[in-house]
């Protein structure tokens, strides 16, 4: 009897190890192509890996000054796509980022960035305008627009669908992608920022990826 | 002891009673109207004004004023089929954002659909009926 016991104790333990190990190093997917690097160092040979990052842009924001990756220097942030007077689904997208700026208002670990892609209509001050109304006061949520082959082309590198489409409510198709992007410009997660359930996840893993950059 | 579970089993059904009489006051055809109109709310509205009608920021107006949806019920069935702009004023913030109609809801849909707003975001008790919804579009200022 004893024998089991201490046995099942063993079993206990070492599984609480386990799994505390397991959950206190929970990090986020890196997303994208990936390519292996040879190089050497030290006379030996290291394989590096080389990640999907998104390149350097320079766009106007709605302040009309120039916004470029430095803004983003050393912080997570959140991309989207949306337009200010799409009547699909960006409403509930940017009500549901809404919630998270709220949330990490006043923590400079983390940024939000929305992409305009209606390069024709939405210039700097109805995306000022569009801010307002929306309820973001600080710097810490940027709104941006640029030349149609700028904006389609970085979309591309978020990985997200944008589309001049005539056919389609608004004149624009687009993903609602909610896409994080680390320090180091990778991408580390994509929730459709339509659906309440990948909304909540979403929520959590900015918590994971503040917790790994902390 | 047999009165003793009688009495419990009184009080539990007045009390499931009262709980679930909240909506009685509402007819059967009106809860329909309002189901039906639930279904179209989510498709046509819902991204904007959101979920419980609350609106979002200063863009979208609530749907909660209950004394905009009153004073104003003759031209809600104008302002779903064919949207509104210019400045509006409701629950006392200012709104001034282009919305946009949706011209293909017929007056039967109209009806269901106001029927779910003035009944769950306002304190209407009763049904927007089709005949009432063909004659307020026959009053459409196309102008707005």
Redesign the interface.
């Known amino acids: 009897m004893k024998k089991y016991f201490g046995g099942a104790l063993a079993a206990l333990i070492s599984s609480v190890i386990l799994y505390s190990c397991s959950s206190s190093e929970k990090k986020l997917p890196i997303y994208g192509e990936r390519n292996p690097i040879e190089r050497e160092v030290d006379g030996k040979k290291v394989i590096d890996t080389v990640y999907h990052t998104i390149p350097n842009f320079s766009f106007l924001n709605q302040d009309s000054t120039a916004l470029t990756q430095d803004f983003f220097n050393g912080k997570i942030y959140v991309a989207n796509f949306f337009f200010t ?1 799409c ?6 997208m ?2 549901n980022l ?1 919630k998270a700026y709220e949330k990490y208002k006043g923590n400079d670990k983390i940024a939000f960035l929305s992409h305009s892609i209606d390069f024709k209509y939405d210039q700097p001050s109805v995306l000022k305008d ?1 801010a ?4 973001v006061d600080n710097d810490q949520w940027q709104f941006v627009t640029g030349s149609k082959a700028d904006i389609y082309g970085i979309a591309e590198k978020y990985m997200v669908y944008t589309k001049e489409d005539a056919n389609v ?1 608004g004149g624009y198709d687009h993903q609602g992608y909610l896409v994080i992007i680390d320090p180091e410009k990778r991408i580390r997660g994509a929730y459709d920022g339509t659906n309440e359930e990948q909304v909540n996840q979403f929520l959590k893993d900015l918590d994971v990826i503040l917790a790994e950059y902390k | 002891m047999i009165r003793r579970y009688f009495f419990a089993c009184i009080s539990l059904v007045s009390i499931l009673y009262f709980l679930f009489s909240c909506n009685t006051d509402l007819s059967v055809e009106t809860m329909q109207y309002a189901t039906n109109g639930q279904k179209l709310y989510v498709t046509h509205c ?3 004004h ?1 979920a419980k009608g609350e609106g ?5 107006p609530p749907l909660t004023d209950v004394h905009f949806l009153q004073e104003n019920r003759s031209q809600l069935a104008c302002i779903v089929k064919n949207g509104m702009s210019g400045e509006i004023k409701v629950n006392n913030t200012l709104y001034n ?2 919305m ?1 109609g949706v011209p293909q809801l017929s007056a039967v849909d109209i009806a269901y659909v106001l029927t779910y707003v003035t009944t769950y975001f306002g304190d209407s008790k009763t049904h927007f009926k089709k005949e009432e919804i063909e004659e307020f579009l026959k009053n459409c200022n196309t102008q707005r």
């Open positions: 007077h009547p699909s689904i960006c409403p509930t940017q009500r809404l569009y307002n109304k929306l309820g409510p | 819902q991204n904007c959101g979002l920021g200063k863009l979208y954002q282009q946009p």
